[in-house]
């Protein structure tokens, strides 16, 4: 099963599941609702046409838990949120909670090779002692944080005016 057979929903709830299960130990129908919240019948439908694709283990009033399959395809739907969400709030200083609705709309639709290199830029920003820069709210633009450097063009970071 290829899981761009998933539909954007789908994936929220594979999520969702994966998380509650790390963070609880269990994943319960109406704390998946509670978390995405909707409906507990939107939950039952979505854990139904999930279990038929054979991601989850769905039994009314039980625990859900992930298939093998379920788990892989999660755990990547994961992956690229955490991804996501660092780069707005990391590198682009994004706050919190517009960072977590961006990355939630984006892991569904960003191609991994994309995916790749917003990472590869993360860290790079993190790890390389010439790339010091940092984004500035009031004048929309990166500037210099190198010691001693106050210009908006810096030998060091080579970053435009």
């Given at each position: 099963m290829n899981h761009t057979e998933l539909s954007a929903s789908q994936e929220d709830y594979l999520e969702m599941i994966f998380f509650l299960s790390r963070e609880e130990g269990r994943a319960r129908p109406k704390d998946i609702a509670e978390r995405l919240k909707?409906?507990?019948?939107?939950?039952?439908?979505a854990l139904k046409a999930l279990a038929e694709k054979?991601?989850?283990?769905?039994?009314?009033?039980?625990?859900?838990?992930?298939?093998?399959?379920?788990?892989?395809?999660?755990g990547k739907i994961a992956i690229k949120h955490e991804a996501l969400l660092h780069?707005?709030?990391?590198?682009?200083?994004?706050e919190r909670a517009?960072?977590?609705e961006f990355?939630?709309?984006m892991e569904h639709t960003i191609p991994d090779d994309?995916?790749?290199?917003?990472?590869?830029?993360?860290?790079?920003?993190?790890?390389?002692?010439?790339f010091n820069a940092s984004w500035q709210e009031s004048?929309?633009?990166?500037?210099?944080?190198a010691q001693g450097c106050d210009s908006q063009r810096c030998q060091t970071c080579k970053l435009p005016e």
């Open positions: 909707v409906r507990a019948a939107s939950v039952t439908g054979g991601l989850v283990n769905y039994a009314p009033y039980a625990s859900v838990t992930l298939t093998r399959k379920g788990r892989e395809i999660a780069f707005f709030t990391q590198v682009l200083g994004v517009a960072a977590e990355a939630c709309s994309i995916l790749q290199r917003f990472v590869r830029f993360a860290e790079y920003t993190e790890k390389c002692p010439s004048a929309e633009a990166y500037f210099c944080k």
